[in-house]
């Protein structure tokens, strides 16, 4: 069956953002140390649409790439989605990822305003969910077919989804970072998550852990 | 020179003990949960004197026979030493490790209660310092010499010590457990902390990640 999969970076103090997180940086203060083991890479220069042939490979390429394999729907909060302000008239805001963003899929994007479906290029639709995350991965699965539902985030909306135990699998890159405040990804989730370990991959500036999610 | 370093299990959400610490459960609820991993192994069984053969033999081995190589002397906080109340008279508690302890080393033991030196069998002393965690470690490393120093815990002390800024090395043992609440190892530390990622070894159960303590 269809799996709902995320991935996120986190710090060894288990942070997903830093401290004084704003609409300016969404990411609060140090948040960018927990990627930079990502940017150099070639996948990621690569899905991102950059022209170049460069960048790195190493272990993390292989765990990157699969995040992106058997995916048939995206679900994501709404500041993943694009800026909070925007011009939502006539000539509606398109988000943060351009004429062809990289989920070449259905984005259900979870908002409290209502709004027409978005198609962009690429086989990218933004569909919006006012209706809450159960009903968002309704109609993700439904969309997903055979494949899986990848949470793109942000780390609240994981959180929910964690916190309702709809959560298959997901992968934690541990950055050997320390944040020292900010948001965390697993407060106030609890000792009645069971997991079970998958696999742990050593790679330049970060290591990558995957769990199931017992039930 | 002589290096500073400990390991320690710690749940995916940070904590190293579980809620509702007290005297009679120092681990706190679930906090059991963190070593189950460790239990079976051979090589914990023959640390702590098990007279039978048996045990497992895994990933994680290696990993803990390398917490007890090279080590020239021992520091641990006063909780990890003995319980706290005890028949300190003419009989003195001699601690929870029995009349050999494992450690065949000096054994700093951080107190407020100055004592005479407790020599047990096998190589192991306990000595009593109440002059606070630098002087405990400058200690260590006399008796130490050019082996190293290993910081047994708890985890107050572990973070005493990072705070400090005098750890080396450590390993967090990462085990694929929610505890919720409780003792968390890193809060307090901060961004000012520079780890570098030595290395990470899967195991069944747990994750082994190394870091080196950047200056």
Redo the contacts between chains.
């Keep these: 069956m269809s799996k709902l999969c995320f991935n996120i970076a986190m710090s060894?103090?288990?942070y997903v953002a830093g401290p004084d997180q704003s609409e300016e940086n969404p990411i609060g203060v140090?948040g960018m140390r927990l990627h930079e083991w990502l940017f150099p890479l070639a996948v990621f220069r690569r899905i991102h649409g950059e022209d170049d042939e460069g960048g790195e490979v190493n272990a993390s390429s292989g765990v990157v790439e699969g995040w992106f394999e058997n995916v048939g729907a995206v679900i994501m909060g709404r500041n993943m989605y694009g800026p909070v302000r925007g011009p939502w008239g006539d000539d509606p805001w398109r988000g943060w990822w351009g004429e062809d963003p990289p989920f070449h899929a259905p984005v259900f994007v979870l908002t409290h305003h209502p709004r027409e479906p978005l198609e962009m290029e690429g086989g990218t639709t933004f569909h919006f969910v006012t209706d809450g995350v159960e009903v968002a991965l309704e109609r993700a699965r439904a969309a997903a077919g055979d494949r899986d539902v990848s949470l793109a985030g942000g780390a609240s909306i994981a959180r929910q989804y964690l916190a309702a135990g709809l959560v298959d699998e997901m992968e934690?890159s541990?950055v050997?970072?320390?944040?020292?405040g900010g948001e965390?990804l697993?407060?106030?989730?609890?000792?009645e998550?069971k997991?079970?370990?998958l696999?742990?991959?050593?790679a330049p500036?970060?290591?990558h852990?995957k769990?199931r999610v017992a039930r």
Tied chains: 1, 2.
């Design positions: 060894l103090d288990g140090g934690l541990v050997p970072v320390l944040l020292g965390r697993l407060d106030g989730i609890g000792a998550l997991l079970e370990q696999r742990a991959v050593e500036g970060v290591t852990l769990y």
